[in-house]
């Protein structure tokens, strides 16, 4: 769930700048057994108060291979 939230994080972070989360959901796939971990994020939609994300967690060596979880984030950017 963390990866998911920080990746979600840092994909609104280059649309948006600073953010943070106010909601987001994880959905557990799979047992996650590999020996390292890739995590992918995308922005979905960028808004002027909300940011969409959503990102999918995988097994490093394993590029075509199913998730072991997902999730999507809603983020809120932070005025400077």
Known sequence: ???????????????AGNVTASQFSV??????????FRVTGRVVKAGKRQVFASAELGDWDDENGEPFAAGDAVLVPIPE
Do not use: E, K
Not at 1 to 15: E, K, R, Y
């Open 27 to 36: 959905r557990c796939l799979r047992p996650a057994v590999a020996g390292a």
């Open 1 to 15: 769930g963390g990866l998911i939230d920080t990746a979600c994080g840092f994909a609104a972070a280059t649309v």
